[in-house]
């Protein structure tokens, strides 16, 4: 009853309304009806908002086997949430959750795997873990899989392996991804050497942002790789980036302003446009 009445107009009386109805429901056992009501108490939706509530009554859905509640009981363990801080028990409830095939407890039991972070650190696990969140589409598992398989950390080392990968993440717009699709491409490693694709992957990524991805851009304009050579665009994209601290970009443009004071102008004019 209590989700019907939360999906009517959301006003403080249905919210409430339907609080009461979770909590007669919930104190009968009620598995979603516990969920329902830890998330009210964490949103503080029909009752105040109280952590402890929150934690009491989603650890009470995960008990009974709720993935959901499972996960987000694993997070509420990990940032000491209405519970004490506890990795250990952080990593206790994400496994069981991601053993039932929830994704996004899949990929934190990964990351813990990597960091060892509340369990025996295991770079195998870790690779299993971020794969079956991967192969269920999760777009930053797929590319931290694609660099791990670059590495060859947790599997065996495959630079095709690692584009395959990327390229899933990349086609979602995973920002990482497309910047290591671009390296990839400049190196022709795992794909067909092409300097065109890398410009094509490094203006995506950055586009978004990442600074190390505009840094590449930049340097493809200066050399005249995939792209026109264009050193008013060079020097724009790499501003972009050393900017951000990038040190790639920071080297170059000291290297530029010691050999040509008037480029650095022209790109410092270009940024502020």
């Not at 056992?29 to 964490?42: I, K, M, N, P, S």
Request: net charge neutral; glycine share 10%; with cysteine.
């Amino acid at each position: 009853m209590g989700m019907f009445v939360e999906d009517g107009p959301s006003t403080a009386h249905s919210c409430k309304e339907a609080a009461r109805w979770y909590l007669k429901a919930a104190n009968q056992g009620h598995l979603e009806a516990q969920y329902f009501l830890g998330t009210a108490y964490a949103r503080g939706r029909g009752v105040t908002r109280n952590e402890l509530e929150s934690a009491k009554w989603y650890q009470k859905a995960a008990e009974q086997g709720f993935d959901n509640a499972q996960c987000i009981l694993g997070g509420l363990f990990k940032q000491g949430q209405g519970v004490a801080q506890s990795n250990v028990e952080a990593a206790r409830w994400y496994s069981r959750a991601a053993e039932q095939g929830y994704l996004k407890a899949q990929l934190h039991l990964g990351a813990m795997f990597e960091n060892g972070d509340g369990i025996d650190q295991s770079d195998v696990e870790a690779a299993y873990w971020y794969k079956k969140a991967a192969e269920q589409g999760d777009q930053a598992a797929q590319s931290v899989l694609g660099s791990l398989y670059k590495e060859g950390c947790g599997v065996a080392k495959s630079d095709i392996e690692a584009v395959r990968w990327w390229k899933k993440a990349a086609a979602q717009g995973n920002v990482e991804a497309q910047c290591n699709l671009g390296f990839a491409c400049k190196k022709g490693e795992g794909v067909k050497q092409s300097e065109v694709e890398a410009a094509r992957w490094f203006r995506k990524a950055a586009e978004q942002g990442l600074a190390r991805a505009q840094c590449g851009l930049g340097f493809q304009y200066l050399e005249g790789h995939g792209v026109p050579r264009d050193i008013q665009e060079a020097m724009r994209w790499i501003f972009k980036a050393a900017h951000q601290g990038q040190e790639d970009a920071l080297e170059i443009m000291k290297l530029v302003e010691s050999k040509n004071p008037a480029v650095m102008a022209q790109g410092s004019q270009s940024l502020k446009e």
